[in-house]
């Protein structure tokens, strides 16, 4: 089934630990972006790239980086993780940059640091 | 800068209820606009858009109408269903900039019914 697929589904982590949430899509799209969904902050873009070799950021980008070798990876690495980092993150892609046809999310990432 | 309002919850209602998510955007240009429903558990799935004014996005008993004099974009569903309980996301999209296809969500709606 075409889609986006994130892992782990869930972690614990220590912080100033190092970690790395993958996000994979099988859609070919060009344009993939993370968010971060907390309650009553709704979601806020971390980071984005509209296509594969480009990456910029978003809302709240410190503490976070992603590449983007190719097309189909798009992954977010928590450098030195800090309890403000507990959320629940999502990997979400899009087709065109037209934004018509809307985002496609992945399932998500709950990830605590303790 | 572009963003989007929308009613606070949570909403809780009895089964067969009418549903009204209220949900106003300011945007610069001329944006589409879309319902992002999620599950408990889950991510957000697409429930349902629309790319100009005056249309009319529906899906699964949902409707929601792009009106541009108002800047809204209500989402209403005439009987509600246990199912239906799940947080909704009133979202908006704009080309341009250096963001390409950048989204504004609102702040989620949760919804409980209850039989």
């Known amino acids: 089934i075409a889609g986006i697929t994130q892992a782990p589904t869930s972690q614990i982590l220590a912080a100033g630990r190092r970690m790395t949430l993958r996000c994979t899509q099988d859609?070919?799209?060009?344009?993939m972006y993370w968010y971060r969904q907390d309650l009553g902050l709704g979601l806020r873009l971390i980071h984005y790239s509209n296509t594969a070799g480009t990456t910029g950021k978003g809302e709240v980008p410190d503490g976070y980086s992603v590449s983007r070798a190719n097309t189909d990876d798009f992954p977010l690495t928590l450098a030195s993780a800090v309890p403000s980092q507990t959320s629940v993150y999502f990997c979400?892609?899009?087709?065109?940059?037209?934004?018509?046809?809307?985002?496609?999310f992945g399932s998500g990432t709950r990830l605590t640091v303790v | 800068g572009d963003s989007v309002t929308q009613m606070e919850g949570p909403v809780t209602l009895s089964e067969e209820a009418f549903l009204t998510i209220n949900c106003t955007y300011t945007?610069?240009?001329?944006?589409?606009l879309f319902w992002y429903v999620q599950y408990p558990g889950e991510g957000l799935q697409l429930l349902l858009k629309?790319?100009?004014?005056?249309d009319k996005g529906s899906n699964k008993g949902f409707e929601a109408t792009y009106r541009k004099e108002t800047t809204s974009f209500h989402l209403e569903k005439g009987s509600v269903q246990v199912s239906d309980s799940a947080v909704y996301f009133c979202a908006l999209s704009e080309t341009g900039g250096d963001t390409g296809n950048q989204f504004y969500f609102g702040t989620g709606t949760s919804l409980t019914v209850i039989p």
């Open positions: 979400a892609s899009s087709e065109t940059l037209t934004g018509v046809f809307g985002y496609t």
């Open positions: 629309a790319t100009k004014a005056d």
């Open positions: 859609m070919r799209h060009n344009a």
């Open positions: 945007a610069t240009g001329y944006p589409s």
